[in-house]
């Protein structure tokens, strides 16, 4: 499996020089990385010069990818159904699986739109034969106390795992990390809570 945080970039361009930025500097290779600071400051004028940075990335990682692997990746509204169309034409469109809603609180409240308060995972397969762990999470206070309803019948039971895990992400476990103080907070500013990977 692969996750992409394509926001992961955002700290490069802002000219931080924080542990996180030198951490991802040090990891891209000389020339890659000078390519990719250069390719992402550009990118905050031109859509294009970002889309012609992923391109090849999505197309290595379709490479590197198992035949029963999948991949998710993270975007937001700015660029997200741009890097849609990319990755139906190098996963194919047949392997989109599902786009993942990642929902969460905090911040503002707008008056004059409504507020942005989700991101998007899009999840491709590698090929028809992927593999996939069912996540669940915790049942109601309300489904617990009445069960199932009676119009599910009689062969329906609870299940020990808990309620199948939708599409639509917005339980407190996954929420953004707001708090400065926060345990898990590293000051990044795309940083992801740890159980939104364990999710994935």
């Known amino acids: 499996m692969i996750l992409v945080d394509s926001g992961i970039w955002v700290g490069l361009f802002r000219g931080d020089d924080t542990p996180q930025t030198r951490l991802m500097l040090s990891i891209l290779q000389n020339e890659s990385a000078d390519l990719a600071v250069a390719d992402i400051t550009c990118w905050r004028c031109c859509k294009a010069s970002y889309l012609a940075m992923i391109t090849p990335q999505l197309i290595l990682m ?3 990818l198992s035949d029963s692997g999948s991949i998710y990746v993270h975007l937001d509204w700015h660029v997200g159904h741009y890097v849609k169309l990319l990755m139906d034409e190098v996963f194919g469109k047949n392997q989109f ?3 993942v809603i990642w929902g969460y609180g905090g911040g503002g409240a707008p008056t004059d739109y409504y507020p942005k308060k989700h991101d998007n995972l899009f999840w491709y397969s ?3 034969n992927w593999t996939f762990n069912k996540q669940y999470r915790p049942y109601s206070e309300g489904t617990l106390q009445r069960g199932l309803t009676a119009v599910k019948g009689d062969q329906y039971q609870l299940s020990d795992e808990g309620a199948g895990l939708d599409d639509w992400w917005t339980d407190s476990k ?4 707001l708090s400065p103080t926060a345990y898990e907070n ?14 994935c």
């Open 174 to 177: 996954v929420q953004k990390i």
């Open 186 to 199: 590293l000051k990044y500013a795309t940083q992801k809570p740890m159980s939104l990977l364990a999710v």
């Open 62 to 64: 379709h490479e590197l």
């Open 97 to 99: 699986r599902n786009e």
């Open 126 to 128: 590698k090929s028809t």
